[in-house]
Every structure is written in structure tokens, then in C-alpha cells.
């Protein structure tokens, strides 16, 4: 391949940069001298990467290493690719924090559930190396064994929940075998809600899943029993299924930022909506992510509102930072129009790299960047890319993906909804969804170069995800095409408005209450309902909480500064009481209470002291009952003894003598 030195050097002006042509083999010696030189070292090289490091010993840097062959340098535009690398070289030098763990413990007890002999094979290929039951689903004729290795019984899977090292299943129909079983298995009398625990399942049911999205449940294999090398590899996962285990904790998760749940009344649910593996339950006013069962498609934290939820592979912030330098690279070294293509690394990278190799390779202004997976990606990122300088963003995905991909699309269409509003086109964003590597080149090279701003943005910020959310729309929207101040979005937008008929609120102000983030507000002067756009978080809490019903959510982004203060909703005289003048409610509600009550109920016949209580504030109301030497009991009107059972037998009695 061609490598563009000086369409890097533009960029890297402080590094020593130097190509080669056998890097790997007859010119391993100038990298040993680089490898022993102080100072951070970038390779432009994957493939040899095991080699390289083994050459280059104990240092105080880690090398860092570039794919810019196949990402970049094999291509029919491979000529045009020095920006491109440039980019590459730039994202990989921002710095990747480290990631935290959860320890996830087996002691190597397996279940298998199967529902024919498949099962006792798959128990026999294990039980050297786990400690194996084996539980048959409605079986059939199946020969006892002449020496019991592990328990056989019967059973069907009613519930299953759990995690790797710690499923819990629920059994309906179980049964152990008879010890005098001769020809074919004989079951004791079966029970229901037997329950059974182990570390590990493998289910051989040819049933349904016991999990959604099964594929992302560590811990639960899955075969069809008619397929014996399907069976074989999940018996061969299976058997080194034993001892401590780390994973990444893909999520942190704040729960005093969590906006689901105020005084029983349900807020935001999106997180709930959205995870595949229900690893999200509700938890009183907020919920609980399961880190042992989080597969980390990202889903919830890209939706989360108030930043709850955060990714950590790598967080929001950081990963903005490496999107900022790979395309403000690739502005400077001379690229034009970047498309940024997002892609994992189980499917995009193998993809990325047969299309290297075996076709046109990608275009030259296609800046891949990959990420743990698609779906974390937020609508923040988007923002950012089009305020650095992309002209397209393209999502990478399976034909057929793992887990369902809701909250991706609920990103784009909000991130659609922004772009065209602010004169960048509808084509800006979207996904291919492809395995085939031909099919992914001929998606790209159809690409439409979308509308770009006159100058990126070289913004560098720090925070979650909705500060840089908020910045990225700032920025943008002062560098668009055609800005415009207030952009309507689709449901369940983290921004926007409410809507409140101010007929009918009565400024109890329980919507204020309720608010997790402030946006709603009281006035400690006077009666008044205020209202912060820039802190709403489209919950829905105040809606759920709002007595009267008169609160609609209404998602939106507004760009002027008026959002940053705090609008009048509504507002009313106050109350003043009648004795010591202190205001204490709205003077429009307790007037509206007076006008029932006065004349109407027997507590308050006219105007007297007693009415003069209601337009009291509370300490004044207690002072006079006193000096009035009230009696709540005085007047109450006599009313019939309340009946008895005694009473209803004696009238039938009588009834029936007549």
C-alpha cells in the first residue's frame, strides 16, 4: 500500500514519522531501536502485533497499535487515503481509561436440559470435567444406564432467572428415576415447583428459550438436539465453564439521578423498555442494573435522560474526545466530506477486513471507528460528528442482529429530526445492516454526501452524557446551514417542554414535588408555578403526578437563551389570613373551598367563626378553636344506628312469616 507521510506529518507535527517496507521481518532491527527510544510509539500495523511486542520487551509506554492497511491503504482509493490515516493515527492516541470488572464465580455445576438421549450423551462428554445432572423434558424410551455417573431425572422448565454461577429454575413434572427401572427409566411420582440452582445450563430442549436475547446470557448454552456438532460446540464452551471469571461492568449506574419512580407514580421507563437481557428491574423510586447479567448493548445508557445510566466501555466524554481528533486529523491533513463509520468488533472489524481483501476496500473519506457495540452509541455523538465536520454517519449492524436495536433507531430518528431542522439534509444518518462485505462497499460508495458546517468545531468537553449533549446542539447549531431556534422531536426525546391547561391547575404544585430535576419550581413569595426547559428530562413525572391531569409532555429543542431561565406558568394571589394577614395558599383555591362549605355542611351552617376558620392559616385556626372552645362533635346530625347482622336476620324472619 501507499503511505501519504506528509498528509500525516501535517497533522503529526511533533512525532518522527518513518514508513517501511518489512517492518516485521528484514527491518525488525530499526524497531527494536524505536521500541528502546523513550517517548510513545504508534505501529500502523495489526497483524504482526504479537510479534512486535515480543520484540519490544518491558517499556514504560504500551505500543499502540493502527490497522491502516485494511482500514485504510488497501483500497481502490488507497492513493487518496493519507487523511484517512491521519485520522486513524489521531483517534489512537487519545488515551482509553481502564474499564471496571465483575467476578463471576462457577463451581462447575452443570445442568442439561434435554429431551431425549442427546442429553445423557452431552452429560457423559462432561462428566469427567463437571459436577453434571441431567433433566429430560416429557422423555420418551430411554434406556437406564448400567452404572449411574451423574442423576437423570425428568422435568420441564416452568421459570428460569439468574446469571452465570447462579440460575435459579422453577420445575414442573419432576420426577427421579425408579433404581429397579430395567428395559427404559421408570419416574417416581412427579411433583410441581421443585426448584433446581447450578452455575451453568445447557439446553437441549429444541424448545423455546429460557431467556430472551439467550445468545447474551452468560452462562446458558443453547443447541439444537438434532444437530451433533451444533451439540459438540456447545458441550466443548461448556466443559471450561469452571473457576473465577471477569467481565466488564458495562454500566454505572447513579441511582440518586434515576427519574423512574416518585411516590409510586411511574416517570421514566425507557431504560426498562429497552434492555434485551432484563438485567433492568424497578427498585422503589429508581432501578437495578445486574451487572452479571448486562450483556452491554448500551441501550440505556444512550437513552437515559438524566445520565443515570453511563457506558464505561469507554464513557461518553472520552470516547467524544477520540471522535473530535480522528476527524479535526483528518480536516487538516486535507480530507473533505468524512463519512464516520460505527462498527463493532465481532462483525464490523471481520467485515471491514474481507472487504480489504478480497474487494474494493473502503472509500478513502470512510473513517471507521470502532466501539464495544452499535448500540451505546448516543445521540450526543451523533451531534458532535456533524459539529466536527461530518458529512455522513453510518451504524454498521448484522443482517439479523443479536438483540433488537429499538433504541438506536428512537437515536436516529431524534438525530434525523435535528439535522433536516437545521438545514443538514434527512440523509445524514443511518444503518447498514449487512454481512456481506460486497453489499457493505456498495452501500458506502452510494452514499450522498450529506451538507457539512463551514468550520468544525473544535469543542473538548468533560461531563455526562447530557452536558455534552447539550454543548455538541450548541455548537452545531451556531455552525449549521440553516438554523432555526426551536425544533420539534419525536416522543421520548431527553429534551423538551410541557404543556399546562393553567384552567385547570390549582397550583397544588405536587408536579414540583415530583420533578428529579428541578425544572419545575415553586416561588417561596407567592403562588407560582415556574418552569426551566433546560432541565427538563421529558420523565413524564410531573404527568403521572398531576392530579388534574393537565400536564402534557411536549419534546423539543429549543435553542434560544430563554430556556436557561425560569418561565412564569402560572401564577395567583396569595391567601392572606384573615387574622394575622400571613399568606398561607392560593387565594382563588380556598375561596372556591369556602363557597362549598359555607351553608352547605353542617361543620360550617353561616358566616361565623367557624366559616372565618377556613380562611385561616393554620397556626390562627388552632388559636381560634380554642378561645371559640370549638367542639368538632357539636351538631352533627343524628343518623340512623348503623345496622347489624342481628337486624337483617330479625327483618327476615319476619319477612318470611308474612
Known sequence: MQVDAAAVGRVCRSSEISTFDRLCRAEIGQFRNAAQA???????????????ESE???????????????????????????????ALLAAAAEPMPDFPLVNMTSEGVILIYGRDETGIEAGRLLADHLDVSVMITRPGQIAPPAAVAFPVVKGTIRGAKGHFGNFE???????????????????????????????VVLDLSGGAPLFTAHDLRDGYLRADPRDPAAMLRAVLKARDLIGSFDKPKYINFTAELCAHSRSGLTGCHRCLDLCPTGAIVPDGDHVRISAEICAGCGQCAAACPTGAASYALPPADIFLHRLRAMLLAYDEAGGSRPVVLLHDGPHGAPLIDALARHGAGLPANVLPLAVNEVTQTGLETIVAAFAYGAANVRFLLRAKPLHDVAGLSQTIAMADAILTGLGFGTQGVSTIETDDPDTLGEMLRAIESGMTVKRPATFRTVGKRRDLLRFALTELHRAAPAPADVIALPQGAPVGSINVDVGGCTLCLSCVSACPTGALRDDPDRPALKFVEDACVQCGLCQSTCPEKVITLSPQIDFTEAVTRARIIKEEEPALCIRCQKPFGVKSTIEKIAAKLEGRHWMYPGQDKRSDAIRMCADCRVITMSET?????????????????????????QNTVK
Open 38 to 52: 523513550e517517548g510513545s510509539l504508534t505501529v500502523g500495523c495489526t497483524q504482526e502485533k504479537a510479534l512486535f
Open 56 to 86: 519490544a520487551g518491558e517499556r514504560p509506554q504500551p505500543i499502540e497499535f493502527v490497522n491502516l492497511r485494511e482500514t485504510a491503504g488497501w483500497s481502490a482509493e488507497g492513493t487518496q487515503a493519507g487523511p484517512k490515516m491521519a
Open 169 to 199: 429454575l422453577v420445575i414442573d413434572d419432576y420426577a427421579a428415576p425408579r433404581p429397579s427401572s430395567r428395559d427404559a427409566l421408570v419416574f417416581e411420582p412427579s411433583r410441581n415447583g421443585a426448584t433446581s440452582r447450578c452455575d
Open 629 to 653: 372552645k370549638f367542639d368538632p362533635f357539636a351538631g352533627v346530625p343524628e343518623r340512623a344506628p348503623p345496622r347489624t347482622t342481628e337486624d337483617y336476620l330479625r327483618e327476615r324472619a
